[in-house]
């Protein structure tokens, strides 16, 4: 049985589908990455899941039972699921520790000294533990606000654009903390995102939200590998968008709009000709850490392919299109 369930779940503002028939599921210590670009649903999506916000059709479950809606409540939301929005919501002049402190004041203090430490831990938080909130990095306000959304022990945790503010170090701790999290704890947790390469290295599974339409839904290597069109292609990452003519030898799977989608590291170049090679000329080389990007010109067509070292401008180059 699934743990926590969007079925089916709407919302129109304005005349317009902004959320439309939406439905996933998440098991225990699942973490479900919804990605999807400015506009798209993911706010007010993650909004309905909080119990913020009513749906206009669809329902939201958790272990089992429907919830009831933001409307029936005196205090929207719902104790098990815990929302933290981008701007974190934290007291600037309070310490870390007061922040956390704060979420569990109506419990004793010998269970909430011993609460706050746990998470103070779990959250990689206890060196900034006595700094003021005003003076974390953005990573560290981010977890800040997690633990905090954390004291009182939840099962759903939701998060908006958590990365959104981050640099890379940040991010890469960030992840870790959410996986670690989920695996110690089982909490269940969605977040948002409009950068691909976040939602394909945190999710367990993830969704694609176009419009407010659910596109596609699979794990990051289905999504990234087998897209389910065009749009899914180039959204999380790089990708050539071949014609099918140009590949008449080859077999490879269509998607719907007839074109054949390949990831740039799937492409192999020669500087010699080979059986399958296919002639090209070298027009672009951008350095990218672990490789080049080259940009060929094959006849008509674009490629962008993968490659361990840099390549002469205008040399003739042999693309293998065979994509294994
Ligand atoms: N209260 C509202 N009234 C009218 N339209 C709204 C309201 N809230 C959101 N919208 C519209 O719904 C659409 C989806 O908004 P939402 O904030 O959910 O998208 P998002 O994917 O989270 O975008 P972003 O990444 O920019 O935050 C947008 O077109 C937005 O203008």
């Known amino acids: 049985m699934s ?3 969007l079925n089916s779940v709407s919302k129109i503002y304005q005349q317009q589908w ?5 439905s996933f ?5 699942e973490i479900f990455g919804l ?3 400015s506009g798209s649903g993911k706010s007010t999506l993650l909004r309905i899941a909080a119990g913020l916000l009513d749906p206009d059709e669809g329902d939201i479950w958790l272990q089992g039972q429907k919830l009831r809606l933001a409307s029936d409540q005196l205090i929207p939301g719902h104790p098990d699921i815990k929302i933290v929005h981008q701007d974190y919501n934290l007291s600037a002049p309070l310490t870390v520790r007061e922040n956390i402190n704060y979420a569990l004041r109506y419990y004793e203090k010998a269970y909430r000294d011993e609460r706050v430490d746990e998470l103070l831990q779990l959250c990689q938080l206890e060196s900034v533990a006595e700094h003021t909130a005003k003076s974390l990095s953005g990573g560290e306000k981010q977890r800040t606000a997690i633990a905090r959304a954390l004291a009182e022990e939840a099962k759903v945790l939701l998060l908006d654009e958590p ?5 890379l170090p940040n991010r890469r701790r960030l992840t870790e903390t959410i996986r670690e999290l989920a695996e110690q704890t089982g909490i269940a947790c969605i977040f948002v995102t409009h950068d691909a390469n976040d939602a394909l290295s945190l999710s367990t599974r993830m969704g694609i939200l176009q419009h407010g339409n659910l596109i596609q839904l699979g794990t990051p290597e289905i999504i990234y590998h087998s897209p389910a069109d065009a749009y899914v292609a180039e959204l999380t990452g790089e990708i050539n968008l071949l014609d099918a003519d140009f590949l008449k030898n080859h ?5 719907p709009d007839g074109r054949i989608a390949i990831r740039p590291e799937k492409l192999t170049l020669s500087l010699s000709p080979t059986i399958y090679g296919v002639e090209s000329v070298v027009k672009r080389v951008v350095f990218e850490g672990s490789h080049y990007k080259i940009y060929l010109q094959a006849g008509p067509q674009l490629l962008k392919v993968n490659h361990h070292e840099v390549v002469p401008l205008e040399k003739s180059v042999f693309v293998d299109l065979r994509a294994l």
């Open 3 to 5: 743990f926590f369930k």
């Open 18 to 22: 902004v959320v439309k028939e939406v």
């Open 25 to 29: 599921a998440l098991f225990e210590g």
């Open 35 to 37: 990605l999807g670009e």
């Open 163 to 167: 990365f959104a503010h981050l640099d």
């Open 251 to 255: 077999v490879h799977s269509h998607l």
